[in-house]
């Protein structure tokens, strides 16, 4: 099957390419070289973590050595603790160390974290220096590579520090989804449904259509999945490019409660896209009290959740506790909590809800 290729284009910056397609991280250098910015880098540094350096490093540096390109790289551990301030700072002395300068390129060869983490970095050491995402989840995919946040957390909470940095260029290589473990597939399925319920109609019935597909990881129902998940995001970031339009943030759908759990959870106790699927679920149940969302949409919801193997988690924590975390997310304002609610699918606002009604929405959904 030939690549897909999605062009991302945000007023006042150079467009981008997203490559989709089993076989566009062997052809990464030839794609490189035709990209202005990192043509004629004078070195190439791959960012990297210990689960896939093993599995796709050596694939990456051979094809950006057969475009001649010189490469080095940098693995970092596994796990959302890469993404910290620690860890920055060890990367940042490793660019140092290879005398990485501003005519040079960094690779995020990894999942999400790893596409945060290198991105990041890439945007802040000398200033910046051009960035190029080759994720190898279908979270990072579908999600992180495309729009330009990168973020690292704080203790305060997730993604508390980070830059709005648009990458060179994405190669989302679908063979790379072949190792992915059932639990980060589940992960990205959960975006992919997001997406859906916020952008309209045709993704969403669509999705509920093809969701065994999808979660069995037919090659045709992944690309198609891939490929609109990565069309709506970028028309999203396009229209509000760093979330200050209001636009971008029903990004954030399912959010809300979502870092809370991986918060109070332990971040890693349960994958992101799993705490995204029960925000999703409390959120629209609240949608119902606060903006009318209809019974059907609900119950379709829970349907498609289900059908991408996401089910309930099953957690449960004090509701104040809960409604204190949500406030230490950096879409709070004023200190009241916002939510991200659909009144029907395509059809969202952005509501400051009260903190009664938030807490009696927990205590229902806890009890």
Known sequence: MPATKVVVSIPDEVPYDVRIGAQVLDDLGNSLKRIPRVANASRVVIVSDTNVAPLYLAAAKESLARSGFRTSDIVVPAGED???????GEVWEALASLKLSRDGAIVALGGG???????FAAATYLRGVPCVQAPTTLLAMVDSSVGGKTAINLEAGKNLAGTFTQPAFVCASTATLSTLPEREWACGCAEVAKAAVI??????FWLCDVADDLA??????VIEAITRS???KAGVVAADQKESQGVRECLNYGHTLGHAIEKLAGYGTFSHGACVAEGMRFAIRLAQKEVGAPDELVAAQ?????GLGLP?????AAPEEVLSAMKGDK???DGKVRFVLPSDVGKWGLLHVADEAVLAELKEWFA
């Open 302 to 306: 829970d349907e498609l959740l289900d």
């Open 331 to 333: 879409k709070v304002r």
């Open 199 to 204: 952008d309209g109609d045709d993704f969403f």
């Open 82 to 88: 890469a993404k910290s301030v620690e860890v920055l």
């Open 216 to 221: 069995q990881r037919d090659e045709e129902a």
């Open 312 to 316: 309930r988690l099953g957690w449960k």
């Open 113 to 119: 974290v790893v596409g945060d983490l290198a991105g």
């Open 230 to 232: 990565v069309v709506f």
